[in-house]
T-cell receptor
Framework: QKEVEQNSGPLSVPEGAIASLNCTYSDRGSQSFFWYRQYSGKSPELIMFIYSNGDKEDGRFTAQLNKASQYVSLLIRDSQPSDSATYLCAVNSNGNKLVFGAGTILRVKS | ETGVTQTPRHLVMGMTNKKSLKCEQHLGHNAMYWYKQSAKKPLELMFVYNFKEQTENNSVPSRFSPECPNSSHLFLHLHTLQPEDSALYLC?????????????FGPGTRLTVL
């Protein structure tokens, strides 16, 4: 079983719609959860982190965490073509190690 | 320079060559990391240095040799690599090696082994 699983996509949404990206993880002891965005040929850049169950909002982005279900998601409201990228979910595991999912490709069509 | 920088950005080497990748962070962080990113695979943690001490070696082959002379600089020495080592090598840094610390990535070195 993969430690961090994401649907590889591509997830296609029209401009202005809500994009919903999902991630599940296997380590019940995980406490820290991160979403990174990676444009093609570029390095990952942090979008959000979340530590507590519930929702955390930052502008158009909302991270949702459910530790009981071992599930973390990222919602992008009013999606823009510039949001088209690969979104990486990262979860701390085995202590301080950060384990990444393979990423979900998001395509926002104008 | 700001953030995390890496040189070179692109590197092509033969299997018998020896080369080094360099990473420098300008964020005042104490932890630095090397990751490998292969096509369509998750980022793989290779090494962690915390306060210049190696705290993690994720079963990396000995043909990869890290060096951390101070908290701002990290090197990855490469020798007798294999074609399957071709990948994007990313350096990252964080305040410390804690589960709550955000890691910031450099632009990466695209390595091709012929």
């Amino acid at each position: 079983q993969k430690e961090v699983e994401q649907n590889s996509g591509p997830l296609s949404v029209p401009e202005g719609a809500i994009a919903s990206l999902n991630c599940t993880y296997s380590d019940r002891g995980s406490q820290s959860f991160f979403w990174y965005r990676q444009y093609s040929g570029k390095s990952p850049e942090l979008i959000m982190f979340i530590y507590s169950n519930g929702d955390k909002e930052d502008g158009r982005f909302t991270a949702q965490l459910n530790k009981a279900s071992q599930y973390v998601s990222l919602l992008i409201r009013d999606s823009q073509p510039s949001d088209s990228a690969t979104y990486l979910c990262a979860v701390n595991s085995n202590g301080n190690k950060l384990v990444f999912g393979a990423g979900t490709i998001l395509r926002v069509k104008s | 320079e700001t953030g995390v920088t890496q040189t070179p950005r692109h590197l092509v080497m033969g299997m018998t060559n020896k080369k080094s990748l360099k990473c420098e962070q300008h964020l005042g962080h104490n932890a630095m990391y090397w990751y490998k990113q292969s096509a369509k695979k998750p980022l793989e943690l290779m090494f962690v240095y915390n306060f210049k001490e190696q705290t993690e070696n994720n079963s990396v082959p000995s043909r990869f040799s890290p060096e951390c002379p101070n908290s701002s600089h990290l090197f990855l020495h490469l020798h007798t690599l294999q074609p399957e080592d071709s990948a994007l090598y990313l350096c990252a840094s964080s305040q410390e090696w804690l589960d709550t610390d955000t890691q910031y990535f450099g632009p990466g070195t695209r390595l091709t082994v012929l």
